[in-house]
Every structure is written in C-alpha cells, then in structure tokens.
C-alpha cells in the first residue's frame, strides 16, 4: 500500500524541559477527512503545526520523530523545500479569522499575493482567478467584495476568505484548525458544509484539529483522540463514538452537558420584570449632528420567576448579553426593571448600590473577568467590603473560604492569583465571587463557552446543585442550547434585540415553532422530539 | 508583609543584577547622606576642657572657643586647632574639606592633581573634587528622588482620569498635553532662571511643570484600555466604587508600565539637573554640583582627572539606578513570578493556544 499524503510517526515536541507531544503517530491519506480530537492544552495544535515545522524554532524541538508529506521528510528539511510545501502542497486555516487576515490589505491583495508568489500569474490572472475562488467559497457578492477589507467582513465571511486563500494553490491537504470555533453556530454548520464540499470536489485530504466532538461526529472520517501530548485513541469514526476503548475518550464523550433542570416550585413568584425595556448604543456622531442610536435591546417583557432559571439564547449580536448588562443597571436602559417589586431603574447613587448585592453576574471570559493582579482572597471579598464594612478581615476571609468551598475550591487557595489556575477553576472563582455577597439573582453570561467539554459540564453541575442548595434564582445566557437544556426551566429566543420565541423550556425544544430556533438546535446537535 | 508583598521582594532578590545595584547604590547613598561625617572642614566632635562639643550640628564662635573673633570658628586656622589642642583633642572627618572649602594653602597652579591630601585633586577654585562628588551626588539623589516623585503622582493622576473618562475630558486633556509639550522647554527654564535666582526648590517646581507628561501616554492608555475590562464591569456590579475600581482594579495594571518608566525619569532628572549646572542655569553657586564639575572640566582640559572622576560618579549612578528600575519592574510582574516553563510553552505557541 502506498504511503498515505501525510504521515506522521512517534513525534515527540518539546520546549525547553517539556514535552508537549509524546510519540504521536498519525496518517492523513487523499480525499480523507482525520480529525485530531482534544482538549485545549492535549498538544493537538502543536502536533500540526509541526507538520508544518511552524514552531518557534529553536525553542521547539523535536527529539525524536519523523514527519512525512508526500514521502518527503520535513523535520531537518531545507527551507526552500518547506517553502514550497506551506501554502502550495499543503494549506492551512486557522481558529481566529479576525487576526488571521492583514488588516491592512484587500481581500484581492491578501490572496492575490500568494498566486503571485507562488504561480508566478501576472496581477490581471491573479485577480480573476481570486473571483473564481471567493466564488467557489461561496462568498457573497464576490466581485464588490474584492476590494473590500476585512474589518468589512463578517466572521464568516472572513473564515470564506479564509479558506479561499488556503484553497489557492490547490493544496493536496488542508489543516484546518479549530475553524469554526471562533464563530456563531449558524454560521458554523455553513462553513463545515463547505469545507465537506470543497474537500469531495477538490479531492484533498482534511486534518480537522478540534475539541468540539459535534464537528467531529460530523465531518470525520477517522479520528486520534489527544490527551496530555498523547494519543490514547484511534479509529475509525463509529468505531470510536460507538465503542470508546479508552477511558479518557468514554470519559469525553460523556461530558455532554446533561440531566434535567433542579425541579422548580409550582407556584414560584416573580422575581425581575423588565416592562418595555429597551438600550441602545450610541453609533458614531455627525458633525453637529445628534448622535444616532443603534437599538440593541427592544420593547423587550420579560418576567423571571424566583428559584428558577430563565434561558437566554441566540446568535452573537442578538442583544443577550446587553440585555443582562442593562437590567442589572451596568449600562444604560430605558424602561422598568422591578426586581421583588421595587423599581431598580429608579435607583441612583448609593440606593443602587444596596441593591448590587442581590444581583450579580457571572462572564463568559475567565481570564478577562478576574483582575490579574489581586489574589482570589482579594477577589472575591472585594463585594464584602462594600456591603458588609463592618466585617473584620478574619469574618470576611471566613466567609471568602466559604465561599471557596462552596463552588469546589480549596479555601486554602485564597492567596495565590488567578493565571495559577485553569480556566474551569478560574470560573469556579468567578461564581465564588459573585456568591460571596449571597445574592438572590445571578447573570451567567455565557459562562461555559469558552471552556473545555469535560469542564463545562462540571460546571453546569455545579451551577444545579447552588441553585438546589440556595434557590438561586438565573438568567442564563447562552448560544450552546446543549447547556442551555440542561439547566433552564424557562427559555426565550433572541434576534437582533427581539424576543422571537419563549415559553417552557421543554415545550420550546420539543416543537420550536420558529426556524431560527430550529436552526439553532440544528447547530447543537439537537432535534425537537416532536418534529419528525 | 503581605503574600504578595513578600512575593515580589523575592522576585526582586533574585534578580542578581539589581539585587547588588540596590545594595550598592543604597550604600553609596547612605554615605553621601552622612557626608558632613566624611568630608567636612571642621571637626566631627572636640573636647576642650573635659567638654564636648559638635561643630557638626553646632555652630560655635571663636570666642567660645577662647579666641577673640565674633565671627564662626574656622577650625582649620592653625591658630583655632592651637586652642582646641591645648587643653584637649578633634576628632577630624577623613577628609578635612567639605565641598565649598577653599584649601588655602595649595600651591598654584589650581586645579591641582590628585594627591594624598585632594585624593582626587582639587578643581579650579582649589577646592576638593571628592567632596564636591560627595555632596553633589547625594543632592542630584534627592533632587531627582523628589522630582519623579512629584511627575509620578501629578502625571499618573491626570492620565488615570483622561483615561478612565474618556469622552471630552481625554480630548482636551490630551490637547493640553499636547500643546505644553510642545513648549521648548530647556528655554523656558534658561528664561525663568534669567528672572529668579534659582534654589534647589524652585529648580524642583519648573522641572516638573514639564516632567509629568512622560507618564501620562502610558498611564492613560492602560485605562483606556482596563476600563472595559470585565473585571471592571464585575466590581462595578458589586457596587464598588468608581475611585476604588480605579485604585484597585486598574491603576495596578498601569503600575508595570509605570514602573518601567521611573527609572528613566529619574535618571532623566539627574540629567537635566546636571546639564542646567553644566550651563550655569541651576543651582546657586555655594550648591555642590556634578553639573558645574563637568563645566569645571571642561574649562580645564589640561586637568583630566576632574572630568574622569565626574564622569566615573555620574556613570555610576545612572547605571544602578537603571538596574535597580528594571528589577522592580520585573518584579511587579506578575506572569514573571511563576518560574515556571508551563508559561514559556503557553507563550510560545502561535496564538497562545495550547491546542
């Protein structure tokens, strides 16, 4: 049999003392798709970009190893030969369309450039045959949009860009990279539609590197599961979803957020109501002109009832996380916000600060949303010596450990500093945070899309068991609705700053009457039970 | 000592270079500040008749002593040590000339060479140059000491607001910014010290009507920058105040940026104090200064050893100030305080993603 196109074999990776890839073999043959599947930190995108030899040499090394595209060694290879293979034989697409793009060139440019270089095609060639590509990618209006600039583009249509310009020497292999995580989850299934396309027509092989097992499940013809800079798990795709050998990938697979939402109480009251509710942003300003208002959030109703969890859902840009910003007064808004029946938007000045410790709100990025540079002590009593000055700093660090423990943490990590810890235990902190001033109502601003798998369903479980414990009350925002079904009792359906649909959680997944929620679903793998 | 207090000392220590610079510096500072104790033109103490007496802290007249002037007495004169040394004994600093004592007593030509009475000769007024270095060097510490000082409060203030506030206030403050630093400042100060006999404090204020600026580019931009943080939005969620989130949430990130900064304005201080010297522009006359050693030198090129050894000093100084600057920002550092590879892996991989 011949050698498959790319064939990697007991590569090791290693910076400085460690060893990010220990002996990972894998093959890549024409026409097939073969997914490296794997949480962030498993050595999976270094395991490609070694095939590339894109590592910051020489920090990187490989001590042992051998990499192999079209019978060609590429560890020790000459740089005229690795030239030639980037971006001719072998492309490569990655996660982040916004920084992957030169901002400061057109889109012609930016592909064009590399027809010349490598084709040696005269402007006018390059120039058609960079139509006939964004064509091929399905770009909209492709002619006007070749002079056009990224920040011009949309994220899906930068990824188009993306990968027209990784299709323009038309590679043998392409390595895609987390391609559409960066993305919304319409757009996504668009993306890994046309990915599938291209690759049957064009016929080249598919290194997808993801840890979204919904993508794999989708697109891949084999897949390596990574874990720790190794490979526990190879197969073909049934093979390894329907019979997982290893314990880490039985584990992975089962870390699809579950369970059912904590059972709520019949007759609960309601909490928040938001009566017209509107809050826009102010876009740009003319010369003495009045400043004109972009609406984020319209004439939105909404009633949230005690103890039990209302889901947020929709596209980035369809006002959910605005709407949690403004109703918890952290941005303007016109309209009535009562909360246990007084009129939260008439608050001001310190009146609204008494307030603040019975709503608090949980975001999305752990990293972002801790100051890097006060200790977990300091975090999460910062709430406590605003309401309770009267706590000694023993009864605050008593109620931070509390705290600590409650969300899973050792009270003993009070002193060290968020970058000591993974983004998991760095949501953990978030919550403890926000649950140190035992609040009633909690704003979750999507806190689990920027986890691993595993992670977010320990802290979707977490999430459960505070509600059950304390009767937390939840306004969960979220694009996931696998995580969304797993904790909301209640569930509205944003667009572009309006509520499309709402209603009981499970009678909204079992016959969503409209076709954005159903695409919607679609994304997350999920198919209404009473649709056939 | 706090956790992290205590932290970044130990982050500090183990920075070798600025560890011993601190050191280093500290003890020649510490020794320039006890100067009256090393070179100085009276006695440390004298007994005189079993009593003790400090012309260091005191000051006596002749006639205390048992001559006849009204006048301060000259302890150098044979005729004031023949009436001390009579009926008791001094105890002499090493050196036996403070900065401004003129050795009467050397044979022209001045300046003299080096020898083992001036051990770095004297200067063209034949006074001593070890003295003058002595005492100019702990007055170009303090002067630069207090003028960072000022420009670091004054310029982290006014970037912290523009910063935080944004909107109109960053725009005509940055305007204002914009426009004062575009005065030609070392002709504004030759003009001011044209009007008004300059003193160490004046000189002090119409440095920093200028300095602050430096800080305030960076300060604002890391508030700019941090005020949207959602580190930010969560402390104001809290309730927290709007000066204490700038305290505690943002002016911490600003401080790395700060930092790196101040021993440049020191140093830039030390400079511009020394080149106003240089030109007759800055202290008063009776001041010690490094400045007006290095026109001394200049004036009297066929005497190298005034300029070497103000050179040598002024080198010095700015070189441990700038190592020292370095280690305390690394220190506050805190991706820095984990020694640990995981972070070099994290930042070495395109995009810092770990795969």
Redesign the interface.
């Given at each position: 049999m011949a050698e498959p196109f790319l064939s990697v074999r007991d590569l090791w990776v290693r910076f400085g003392a460690i060893d990010a890839v220990r002996g990972a073999s894998f093959d890549v043959g024409q026409g097939e798709t073969v997914a490296l599947v794997g949480e962030s930190g498993s050595g999976k995108s270094v395991s490609a970009l070694s095939a590339l030899q894109l590592l910051p040499y020489p920090r990187a090394s490989h001590p042992r190893g051998s990499v192999r595209i079209g019978g060609r060694e590429m560890i020790g290879a000459h740089a005229a030969l690795l030239r030639a293979v980037r971006g001719g034989e072998v492309s490569m697409i990655f996660q982040e369309p916004m920084t992957s793009l030169n901002p400061l060139h057109s889109v012609a440019r930016q592909i064009g450039e590399t027809l010349i270089t490598h084709r040696r095609m005269t402007r006018k060639a390059a120039r058609r045959r960079t139509l006939e590509l964004l064509e091929r990618v399905h770009l909209n209006d492709a002619e006007q949009r070749l002079n056009a600039y990224p920040h011009e583009l949309s994220g899906g249509q930068r990824q188009r860009v993306m990968i027209a310009m990784a299709l323009a020497n038309e590679p043998r292999l392409l390595i895609a990279d987390e391609p559409t995580t960066a993305l919304d989850v319409t757009i996504q299934a668009r993306i890994l539609a046309l990915l599938r396309e291209l690759q049957t027509e064009m016929g080249m092989g598919l290194l997808l590197i993801s840890h979204d097992l919904g993508i794999v499940r989708q697109m891949a013809d084999r897949l390596y599961v990574m874990t720790g800079g190794e490979i526990v798990e190879s197969g073909s795709r049934q093979q390894v979803f329907e019979q997982p050998r290893h314990a880490y990938t039985q584990r992975l697979l089962a870390a699809e957020p579950s369970g059912a939402p904590v059972p709520a109480q019949p007759a609960a009251e309601t909490l928040l109501r938001l009566k017209e509710f509107n809050v826009s942003y102010a876009q740009g300003k003319g010369w003495l002109g009045r400043r004109r208002q972009r609406p984020a959030v319209r004439n939105l109703d909404l009633d949230v009832a005690a103890g039990q969890t209302l889901g947020v859902v929709g596209e980035s840009g369809s006002g959910k996380t605005t709407l949690g910003l403004g109703l918890l007064r952290l941005i303007r808004s016109q309209g009535a916000i009562e909360f246990r029946g007084r009129a939260l938007h008439e608050r001001k000045g310190s009146a609204l600060v008494a307030e603040r410790r019975h709503l608090q709100i949980v975001f999305q990025d752990p990293f972002g949303s801790l100051s890097p540079r006060l200790s977990v002590q300091r975090i999460v009593e910062e709430g406590l010596r605003v309401h309770e000055p009267g706590m000694t700093p023993a009864q605050r660090a008593a109620r931070v450990g509390e705290a600590l423990q409650e969300v899973g943490l050792e009270p003993e990590h009070m002193e060290r500093y968020p970058h000591e810890f993974s983004g998991g235990q760095r949501q953990r902190i978030c919550i403890a945070r926000a649950l140190a001033l035992r609040p009633e109502f909690l704003v979750l601003d999507e806190p689990t899309s920027a986890l691993d798998r595993t992670v977010q369903a320990q802290i979707v479980d977490l999430l459960r068991a505070l509600q059950a414990r304390h009767g937390l009350t939840y306004l969960f925002i979220s694009h996931d609705l696998n995580v969304v079904r797993a904790l909301a009792h209640h569930l509205v359906v944003m667009k572009d700053g309006e509520i499309v649909e709402q209603g009981r959680a499970e009678a909204v997944f079992n016959a969503p009457r409209t076709q954005y929620t159903r695409e919607l679903m679609a994304a997350a793998g999920l198919r209404p039970v009473g649709v056939k | 000592m706090t956790?992290?207090g205590r932290r970044r000392w130990l982050m500090f220590k183990a920075n070798r270079r600025g560890w011993y610079s601190l050191w280093l510096f500290g003890a020649l500072f510490g020794l320039s500040l006890g100067a009256e104790f090393i070179a100085n033109d009276r006695p440390i103490a004298f007994a005189q008749g079993g009593e003790w007496r400090f012309p260091v802290f005191f000051t006596y007249t002749e006639r205390e002593l048992g001559g006849k002037l009204e006048t301060e007495a000259d302890y150098r004169d044979p005729y004031v040590m023949a009436l001390i040394e009579a009926d008791g004994w001094m105890l002499w600093p090493i050196v036996r000339y403070a900065h401004d004592t003129i050795d009467w007593d050397l044979e022209p030509p001045y300046p003299s060479p080096p020898s083992a009475r001036h051990w770095l000769g004297t200067d063209g007024l034949s006074a001593d140059n070890f003295a003058i270095l002595l005492y100019g060097f702990r007055l170009s510490v303090l002067f630069g000491l207090s003028l960072t000082l000022i420009s670091a409060l004054i310029g982290v203030a006014v970037g912290a607001l523009q910063g935080y506030l944004g909107g109109l206030t960053d725009l005509i403050g940055q305007r204002v910014v914009e426009i004062w630093a575009g005065l030609p400042i070392l002709f504004v100060l030759i003009i001011l010290s044209s009007l008004v006999e300059p003193s160490f404090f004046w000189l002090l204020g119409a440095l920093a009507l200028f300095s602050w600026m430096a800080l305030v580019g960076v300060v604002r931009a890391e508030f700019l920058r941090a005020r949207n943080?959602?580190?930010v939005?969560?402390?104001?969620?809290?309730?927290?105040?709007e000066l204490t989130i700038m305290r505690?949430?943002v002016l911490?990130?600003a401080m790395v940026a700060t930092l790196t900064y101040l021993p440049f304005i020191l140093n830039g201080a030390i400079t511009t104090l020394t080149a106003l010297d240089f030109l007759g522009f800055g202290l008063p006359l009776e001041s010690p200064s490094l400045g007006r050693l290095l026109s001394q030198a200049k004036m009297n090129l066929h005497a190298p050893w005034i300029g070497l050894a103000a050179f040598a000093t002024l080198a010095t100084m700015l070189t441990l100030l700038i190592f020292i600057g370095e280690a305390v920002r690394d220190a506050f550092d805190?991706?820095r305080?984990?020694a640990g590879?995981?972070q070099?892996?994290a930042a070495?991989?395109?995009?810092g993603?770990?795969?």
């Open positions: - | 956790p992290v943080f959602e580190f939005l969560a402390a104001r969620a809290l309730g927290v105040r505690r949430h911490p990130n805190p991706r305080a984990v590879g995981s070099a892996v070495a991989l395109p995009g993603a770990g795969g």
